[in-house]
Structure formats: structure tokens, C-alpha cells
């Protein structure tokens, strides 16, 4: 649970106006002048960014290299923070994002070794063996566990992150009947040993 972090995606509320849809914008409530979107002062930081999302990873070595999934991290025109599980806020350093397999590899510099997490064998894998899911369920509910089986193996799913990202291919998954919910993604599933044989996508 320690090695588990959260992953907060922000935009400048520029960059979210620019992407909005003509067609939509005339729905959505503004300012007194009709040029910018109203967002809730609660939603902007002191830095004027807004939280549009959020998801899960886990610290792989105690230096603060971390591991989640590509389309948590996909956007450049976003700024990511990793939030560890005693609530100290990092930036995080993109270092490899693999379109194919749906992982990112990213690093943040604490101040001090962190917890870390083992990794498994996901070849290794039975049917029916137990599984638990960790990660910020719905993006509100840091360190959520979820716990199941592992119903199959070596699955294809075709799954896009968002409406506007195009579908995508996924081949040799794992799947679980445990919950992955929103903001689960990039969170470690692990096996009973504590070992993570493989990171919730969809």
C-alpha cells in the first residue's frame, strides 16, 4: 500500500477552452463577459491549473521510479503530479510511455528512499488464483482495494481512454472479476505473495 501513488492530471483552463467543442460551447456556463468558461474557485490551484483527471501508480524503486499506464500520462498539453501515499506532492519526469502495451515509465525525486514494490512472474499465473487491485478508485478514494480472481488469460480488448482518443488494441491481458473503476488505471494488480503481476488498464 505504501508504494501505491496517485497520479493528478491539470490543464490551464486556456488549454481546456481551446478543446472544447464550438458546437458545445454555448452550453456550458461562463463568465460575466462570455470569454472564458466558469469554473468553480475550488477547482483552480493557486497556480491557475484545473484537475481534469486522475489515476493510479506504483513506485517500482525507492529512488522514485514509478509505473503506470501510457494513457494516464498520454496528454502533453497536461501537467502531472504524484501524490504518495503520506501526501507529499511530487512533479513527475515522463521518461518512456509504450503505446503498444499501455505502460509509462515516470520518475519523481523525493527527498527520502521510498517504499517500493515487488515485481511477479505474470507468466506464472493460474486461473482462480486470488488477486487484489489497488489504486484511487473513481478519483476520490486513495488506496482503494478491490480484491478477485483471475478469470482468464492472455485476453484481446479493443478500448479507447476517452471519446476523443482513438481505439485501441490490447492483446495478452489479464482478466480479473475484481473492480477497476475509474482512476484504478495504472494502479498494480498483485497476487498474494504482495508481487504485482501486471497494472489495471481497463
Not at 519523481?108 to 488464483?129: C, F, M, R, T, Y
Not at 472479476?177 to 505473495?193: E, F, Q, R, V, Y
Request: with cysteine; hydrophobic share 40%; proline share 7%.
Amino acid at each position: 500500500m505504501p508504494a501505491v501513488v496517485t497520479i493528478v492530471i491539470s490543464k490551464k483552463l486556456e488549454e481546456i477552452e481551446k478543446e472544447v467543442p464550438q458546437e458545445l460551447w454555448s452550453f456550458l456556463p461562463h463568465t460575466p463577459d462570455n470569454k472564458h468558461l466558469e469554473i468553480p474557485k475550488e477547482a483552480v490551484d493557486a497556480h491557475g491549473m484545473v484537475k481534469i483527471g486522475s489515476g493510479s501508480g506504483f513506485i517500482v524503486d525507492p529512488s522514485g521510479i514509478v509505473l503506470t499506464n501510457k494513457h494516464v500520462v498520454a496528454d502533453a498539453n497536461a501537467e502531472y503530479i504524484c501524490i504518495t501515499s503520506d501526501g507529499q506532492r511530487h512533479k513527475i519526469e515522463i521518461l518512456a510511455r509504450d503505446p503498444v502495451n499501455d505502460v509509462a515509465i515516470v520518475k519523481i525525486n523525493p527527498s527520502a528512499k521510498l517504499a517500493a514494490v515487488k515485481l511477479g512472474d505474470s507468466g506464472k499465473l493460474e486461473l482462480g488464483e486470488p488477486v487484489l487491485a489497488i489504486g484511487n478508485a473513481l478519483g476520490l478514494f486513495n488506496n482503494t482495494v478491490s480484491s478477485g480472481i483471475v478469470s482468464g488469460l492472455s485476453r484481446a480488448i479493443s478500448a479507447a481512454p476517452d471519446p476523443k482518443a482513438p481505439v485501441q488494441e490490447m492483446r495478452g491481458l489479464i482478466q480479473t472479476d475484481t473492480a477497476i473503476n475509474p482512476g484504478n488505471s495504472g494502479g498494480p494488480l498483485i497476487n498474494l505473495k504482495g508481487q504485482v503481476i501486471g497494472i489495471n488498464t481497463a
